[in-house]
Antibody, heavy 120, light 107 residues
Framework: QVHLQESGPGLVKPSETLSLTCTISGDSIRSYYWTWIRQPAGKGLECIGR???????DYNPSLKSRVTMSVDTSKNQFSLNVRSVTAADTAVYYC??????????????WGQGTLVTVSS | EIVLTQTPATLSLSPGERATLSCRASQHVSSYLAWYQRKPGQAPRLLIY???KRATGIPARFSGSGSGTDFTLTISSLEPEDLAVYYC?????????FGQGTKLEIK
């Protein structure tokens, strides 16, 4: 069974960098897309970005200037950095796997999510 | 980016009743639409992909329909465990976008 687990600080100061890691168990990080999604309290889900280990990367244009995603295949992990955070970045952050369903990529396994609060 | 509007925001029904959840896209997304179920304290679960195809292990009481801009998730006969928030997702155009969700309450 595929399992994804987000980890990282639950509290980040304004203007600093938010860093999260997603650890995958039960499957290899290769051959899929991996996605970060977030949900601020009381608001909708927002795709932050996605990448494949073959090198393809897509960032949400609204966040592109502040976001970096990276992968460590030896640890079966991938990471998210969001620079220069503000209170608007306070949200539950999810990592998810995208797999091909009849040729189209859909997120099928998600982590439980981790709350990150931006506050001094 | 494409905006998905889900209606109703909240739906309250009794076990055995039929639930109809709607999702409307601001632009044509072909059939590149998925439905997810998120139960309290759990990770979202993929129910439907390509607008009408059930994901592995999803009960037959869940069905999806629609294409273009108007989509529907139908739960034919509600079970108490269907209590959840249901989201639609379009992956026709990047960035993928989600609807605001429909909260399904079981009376």
């Amino acid at each position: 069974q595929v399992h994804l687990q987000e980890s990282g600080p639950g509290l980040v100061k304004p203007s600093e960098t938010l860093s999260l890691t997603c650890t995958i168990s039960g499957d290899s990080i290769r051959s899929y897309y991996w996605t970060w999604i977030r949900q601020p309290a009381g608001k909708g889900l927002e795709c932050i970005g996605r990448f494949s280990t073959s090198g393809s990367t897509d960032y949400n244009p609204s966040l592109k200037s502040r976001v970096t995603m990276s992968v460590d295949t030896s640890k079966n992990q991938f990471s998210l950095n969001v620079r220069s955070v503000t209170a608007a970045d306070t949200a539950v952050y999810y990592c998810a796997r995208e797999a091909q369903y009849r040729g189209t990529w859909y997120a099928d396994y998600w982590g439980q999510g981790t709350l990150v609060t931006v506050s001094s | 980016e494409i905006v998905l509007t889900q209606t109703p925001a909240t739906l309250s029904l009794s076990p055995g009743e039929r639930a109809t959840l709607s999702c409307r896209a601001s632009q044509h997304v072909s059939s590149y639409l998925a439905w997810y179920q998120r139960k309290p304290g759990q990770a979202p679960r993929l129910l439907i992909y390509d607008a009408s195809k059930r994901a592995t292990g999803i009960p037959a009481r869940f069905s999806g329909s629609g294409s273009g801009t108007d989509f529907t998730l139908t739960i034919s006969s509600l079970e108490p465990e269907d209590l959840a928030v249901y989201y639609c997702l379009q992956r026709g155009y990047w960035p993928w976008t989600f609807g605001q969700g429909t909260k399904l309450e079981i009376k």
